[in-house]
């Protein structure tokens, strides 16, 4: 006969499904039969649970430090879950038939159900609040019918006591049923992205040929895909030791900009052990002091056009950098500890791993080399590119002013850039830094794709001029300060948001409550589409590629190119909040249907 450690109304801790993490549950009830407990969570979410993953008040809070820490950070949480092994295998990934044998072993059989939770909104007007709780309970009541037709009414967890044991009758009607891993003491990455060993190896091939390929085509007077040259360049106009030297001095100086005691100090989001790290935001700084020396450089009759003459060997000299790194981080990130690599990038292939990133944040005494990477050498070098070309755009084309589309590229990029730097600070939430390794693709994305991708436009206008209508230049300008507001305020909601949540520019937004110590916001912006930061951001890039008229499609590549980096972006986070979030996002998902483009896509 077990022993019945818990009574109904009992407060206890309860371990949410697939995850170490343990939330407050209330006790509902006890089944003799099936041996599990019904517990509530503070959402209203129902599970049963066993009771070894049920642990009393008391005994929780004399656990071990680490215990209490991960119950409590929701921060923590976000990225418990998502490095969670706890991920649907990927059937596509070739795995060891041992490692299946593993990972089957330790499986845990949940059942899923829509759970019925209340948006909540923030609005302090009663009248308001009375009308949307009666909104959201018929909302609410929908949901629960469709839910109820789906699936079982609760979840369900339990272990399997063994492979080849009958499932029963219970087991056999629940639908439908989710396979998720059972917490691992290593963190293996289990489901492969990007086309797992494969698209790494394809795109590690080919993303610097893509790159090579844009930037013959943007430098030809006729830049039309047909005329791409049957002949790749000269050895020599693709590689030259003082370009490389250049490249070199670039990087050093936005090294020690980095390094500038100036700017204030922050925390970044806890790391798996439960420490965090620390970052200093000085990168408006030196943004600042980099305009000055280049603003010096050109009164001092530096010739910047050498940046457009020597283009090409730029590029391979940052791509010879971008390698050579990924190479130094793969070595060292032999020698990190579980505890230190990324989610991402630690299954164990070496192709996959060095394309992906082994290590989180790869540091050398305190010098943070993904968060330098991501923010200052690229960004800024995209500026000082894009300036550069307008300087070549007046002496190619005899002109005493830069053209209209020149400056209009020119500005809108000044602003973007601009805008990252001064909220440098919230990159530390984004995917790039808390679960993402530092390997070949974030290297070479930002110290060799961003520059010399992200200047398409400025370095396709410098051979091709072109002056826009007053209408354009308004139409343009308007949809580019569009996408900027959208960009802007939804980024900055969330920031604000997820920082806290009675936040007064925040505080009025409805919201849907998680198992977790989160809740998503669910109107506004973020009621409008899953995903307004990046709508905002595409509009931008529109605009951008816009101003070089309609003859050819090459400086179209940026908004091609970032429309499918971020269509895949969402994918990968969709599945991420899924798995953190589970029915309270499905119903974010029901309650805000469009993910990117409302009503298209
Ligand atoms: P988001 O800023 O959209 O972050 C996604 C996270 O936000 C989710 O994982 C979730 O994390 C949280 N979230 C999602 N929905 C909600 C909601 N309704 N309420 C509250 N929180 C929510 O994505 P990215 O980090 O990918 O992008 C940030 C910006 O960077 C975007 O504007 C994007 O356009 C831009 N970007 C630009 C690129 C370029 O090359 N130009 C490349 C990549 C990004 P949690 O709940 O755990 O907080």
């Known amino acids: 006969m077990p022993i019945v450690r818990f009574q109904a109304g009992d407060t206890v801790m309860g371990r949410w499904p697939g995850s170490n993490l343990y939330y407050e549950v209330k006790v509902l009830s006890y089944s003799a039969k099936s041996q599990l407990y019904t517990v509530i969570y503070k959402d209203g979410t129902e599970l049963e649970l066993k009771d070894a993953d049920i642990k009393s008040m008391t005994g929780f809070r004399q656990g071990s430090g680490r215990s209490r820490s991960r119950s409590r950070s929701p921060a923590r949480t976000r990225r418990s879950r998502s490095r969670s092994p706890a ?25 899923l159900s829509p759970v019925t939770m209340p948006l909540v909104n923030n609005s302090n007007n009663e009248h308001e609040k009375k009308e949307e709780n009666d909104r959201a309970s018929k909302e609410v009541e929908r949901v629960k019918e469709e839910g109820e037709n789906q699936v ?7 272990r399997r006591k063994d492979q080849g044991e009958e499932p029963t009758i219970e087991q056999k009607n629940a639908e439908p049923v989710v396979l998720l891993a059972a917490p691992q003491q290593t963190s293996k990455t289990i489901e492969l992205e990007f086309g797992g060993r494969i698209g790494a190896f394809f795109l590690l091939l080919l993303l610097p040929v893509v790159v090579l390929a844009l930037l013959i085509l943007c430098g030809q007077k006729d830049s039309s ?16 030791w003082q370009v490389f030297g250049i490249t070199l001095l670039w990087l050093l100086f936005q090294a020690v900009l980095f390094l500038l005691p100036i ?86 292939y070496v192709i996959y791993d060095f394309f992906m990133g082994r290590e989180l944040n790869p540091r050398i005494k305190g010098f943070d080399i993904k968060f330098f990477c991501e923010m200052r050498p690229g960004l800024i070098g995209w500026l000082v590119i894009n300036f550069a070309m307008l300087h070549t755009e007046m002496k190619l084309q005899n002109l ?14 000044l602003l973007w850039v601009a805008d990252g730097l001064w909220h440098e600070e919230k990159l530390l939430t984004m995917m790039d830094i808390v679960y993402d390794g530092f390997g070949f693709m974030l290297a070479f994305g930002d110290l060799a794709w961003v520059p010399f991708t992200f200047t398409c436009q400025s370095y396709y206008l410098a051979s091709h001029s072109s002056d826009l209508s007053v209408f354009w230049i308004l139409s343009i300008i308007l949809m580019n300060t569009v996408g900027y507001y959208i960009f802007r305020k939804a980024n900055s909601q969330k920031f604000a948001f997820r920082r806290n949540p009675d936040d007064p520019t925040v505080s009025h937004l409805k919201t849907i409550p998680t198992a977790t110590e989160k809740s998503l916001i669910a109107s506004g912006l973020w009621g409008f589409v899953r995903h307004p930061n990046y709508l905002g951001d595409l509009l931008m890039a529109l605009a951008w590629s816009l101003t070089c008229g309609f003859n050819h499609i090459i400086p179209y ?45």
Not at 96 to 105: F, G, I, M, S
Not at 152 to 158: F, I, K, M, T
Not at 404 to 412: E, G, K
Not at 576 to 597: E, G, L, M, N, T
Request: charge should be positive; glycine fraction near 4%; aromatic fraction near 12%.
């Open 152 to 158: 079982s009414s609760r979840y369900n967890l339990r």
């Open 263 to 348: 700017g204030k100090v922050v925390n970044g989001m806890p790391l798996k052990n439960g420490e965090t790290l620390t970052y200093r935001i000085n990168g408006f700084y030196a943004l600042i002091i980099s305009g000055v020396a280049v603003g010096t450089s050109v009164y001092n009759d530096v010739d910047l056009g050498y940046i457009h003459n020597h283009f090409l060997q730029f590029y391979t000299s940052a791509l010879l950098i971008s390698i050579l790194l990924s190479i130094y981080l793969f070595v060292r990130s032999r020698w990190t500890t579980d505890d230190e690599r990324a989610p991402a990038g630690n299954s164990g």
């Open 87 to 111: 991920r649907t295998p990927r059937r596509s990934s070739a795995h060891t038939a041992e490692r299946r044998k593993d990972k089957l072993k330790d499986v845990l059989e949940v059942c």
């Open 225 to 240: 895909l047909l005329s791409f040259p049957r002949m790749l360049p000269p050895l020599d106009s693709l590689w030259d």
């Open 400 to 413: 005493d002013t830069p053209s209209s589309a020149m400056l209009l590229v020119n500005i809108f990029q």
């Open 557 to 601: 590549f940026y908004v091609i190119y970032l429309l499918v980096l971020l269509v895949h972006r969402e994918a990968r986070d969709e599945h991420q909040c899924r798995k953190k979030y589970s029915v309270a996002w499905d119903q974010y998902c029901k309650a805000v249907p469009y993910r990117v483009f409302p009503w298209i896509y």
